[in-house]
C-alpha cells in the first residue's frame, strides 16, 4: 500500500507539472482573452509546483522530465525576480518630510470597523485610502476626524465606494470617474516642502468575465493617460484586480511612466487573505518621477478578504 501510494503521488505531481507548463505558456497571452490573462497571476505557484516535479523527476532518473520542469520553473522565477532586485531611485534631500499611506481595501461586508481602526493606529498613517467603503462604515468610522480633518468621500452600496483621509491639507480634490463603468476614483494634491504632490485611489473592475475585463483593461488605460499627463509627482493606489506578472499590468506602466514600488521588496501578495496557496499581490502603490518610495510593505489582517498595503514616501525639490 505504501509503494502504490508513493507510485500515486509521484504521477499526480508528474501530471500537475506538466498543466503548470503548459498554464505557465498560457499566461503569455493574457492580451488574447480574459481567462488567459488570469493564468499570468499564479507565477509564484507555478515556480513551486514546477520546482517540486523537477525534484521528484531527478530522484525518480526521468531527466528529461526534470530538465523540462526544472526550465519551466526557471522562466516563472526570471518574472519574479523584479520583486526581489533592488531597484535605482532618485536621491531625495534627507531633510524632505516622510509621508505614510496607507490603503486598504475593506470590504463592502466588513461589519468590524474596530478592526480598521486598529490597523490605522498601528501604521499611524499620513493618509488614508479605503475602497470598498459603505455609506454604514464610513458614519462607523466617523470619529477618525479627529486625527485626519480632511476628507474626500464617495461611499457606495456595491463594492466600489472609496474614501480618502489625510492629516495633510488638500490643496485640491476631484472625484473621477475612469472608463465605460464610471466607478469613482479619487485625486487629491497636497503640499510638501513649497510645492505639491498627488494622491490618485482607484479601484478596477474585476476581471471574473469578459465585460468586466475589458472595463478594467479601459481604467488601466484612462488611469495611464492621466499619470502620464501629471502636473506633480504622483502616487497612484488602489486595487487593480491584476498581478504584476500581466501583460495588462506590464502595458500600464509603459503607457504611464510610473513605477512598481513593491520591487526590490519581494512578492508581497495581498489577496485572498486566508488562503496562503492562492496568495498574489492585486493591490498596488505605482509611483512617477519624483517621488522616493522608503518602505513597501503588507500590513496586518484587518479582517478583509485582501490585506492593506503600508507605502512610505519623500517628495524630490524641484
Request: net charge negative.
Amino acid at each position: 500500500m505504501p509503494f502504490i501510494l508513493r507510485v500515486r503521488l509521484t504521477g499526480l505531481l508528474e501530471a500537475a507539472s506538466i498543466l503548470t507548463c503548459m498554464a505557465t505558456l498560457i499566461g503569455f497571452a493574457g492580451q488574447f482573452g480574459w481567462v488567459l490573462d488570469l493564468a499570468a497571476h499564479f507565477r509564484v505557484q507555478y515556480a513551486l509546483v514546477l520546482g517540486l516535479g523537477a525534484l521528484s523527476a531527478l530522484i525518480r532518473r526521468k531527466h528529461h522530465w526534470a530538465t523540462v520542469f526544472a526550465g519551466f520553473a526557471l522562466l516563472n522565477i526570471s518574472l519574479l525576480m523584479p520583486r526581489f532586485l533592488p531597484s535605482v531611485e532618485a536621491a531625495v534631500s534627507d531633510d524632505a518630510p516622510v509621508f505614510r499611506v496607507l490603503l486598504a481595501n475593506i470590504n463592502s461586508a466588513h461589519r468590524h470597523p474596530e478592526a480598521v481602526r486598529s490597523a490605522i493606529a498601528d501604521e499611524d498613517p499620513d493618509f488614508i485610502l479605503l475602497l470598498e467603503i459603505t455609506p454604514w462604515m464610513l458614519e462607523q468610522l466617523a470619529d477618525l476626524a479627529d486625527g485626519y480633518p480632511y476628507w474626500i468621500a464617495e461611499p457606495r452600496e456595491d463594492n466600489f465606494g472609496i474614501a480618502l483621509l489625510s492629516r495633510q491639507p488638500l490643496l485640491k480634490t476631484e472625484v473621477l470617474h475612469f472608463g465605460p463603468t464610471k466607478l469613482p476614483s479619487i485625486l487629491a494634491e497636497f503640499p510638501s516642502g513649497g510645492q505639491r504632490f498627488a494622491l490618485l485611489g482607484t479601484h478596477l473592475t474585476p476581471p471574473v468575465s469578459a465585460e468586466l475585463t475589458q472595463y478594467r483593461n479601459e481604467q488601466l488605460a484612462m488611469l495611464a493617460q492621466h499619470a502620464r499627463h501629471a502636473d506633480q509627482p504622483l502616487l497612484l493606489l488602489g486595487d487593480l484586480n491584476l498581478s504584476p506578472w500581466s501583460a495588462w499590468f506590464s502595458q500600464l506602466l509603459t503607457s504611464s511612466g510610473l513605477q512598481d514600488s513593491a520591487n526590490g521588496r519581494g512578492i508581497q501578495p495581498t489577496w485572498p487573505a486566508g488562503w496562503p496557496p492562492l496568495w498574489i499581490p492585486i493591490d498596488h502603490a505605482l509611483f512617477s518621477e519624483g517621488i522616493q518610495i522608503r518602505r513597501h510593505a503588507v500590513g496586518a489582517d484587518l479582517g478583509s478578504d485582501h490585506y492593506p498595503v503600508v507605502v512610505e514616501f519623500q517628495v524630490a525639490r524641484r
